[in-house]
């Protein structure tokens, strides 16, 4: 596999993951209130057996190409590309949670 290759796998792993995440939190999470307290662990016990294939396979697999880059990426590439794609996810990291904690503050509407 080439380079270019490998650099446009990551990036599309990444936008699933952004995607998956988001659904997971506000759109699952907040579902989760109109479930009946009976059912509730069951939906639950259902959500996480399906978590290891659809969120924590894909971000190892991120966080892994991630640091392939390193060694492994396009000719050409800046080095401040190179050497801050590692930290990348950390920054995002912080921005993504100080929105779902302004989300999570405010009102819900139905």
């Not at 190892?60 to 050409?76: N, Q």
């Not at 921005?95 to 139905?110: R, Y």
Request: proline letters at 6%.
């Amino acid at each position: 596999m080439n380079t270019n290759a490998f650099l446009l796998i990551n990036l599309a792993i990444a936008f699933y993951l952004i995607g998956a995440i988001w659904a997971v939190e506000v759109d699952i999470f907040r579902s989760w209130k109109l479930i009946s307290a009976m059912d509730f662990h069951t939906v639950q016990s259902a959500h996480w057996r399906k978590l290891p294939y659809w969120v924590f396979m894909p971000l190892a697999l991120a966080l892994i190409g991630s640091i392939a880059l390193v060694w492994y990426h396009p000719a050409h590439s800046p080095g401040w590309a190179i050497l801050g794609k590692p930290s990348l996810p950390t920054y995002f990291a912080r921005i993504h949670c100080g929105l779902l904690g302004q989300m999570a503050s405010e009102p819900q509407h139905g």
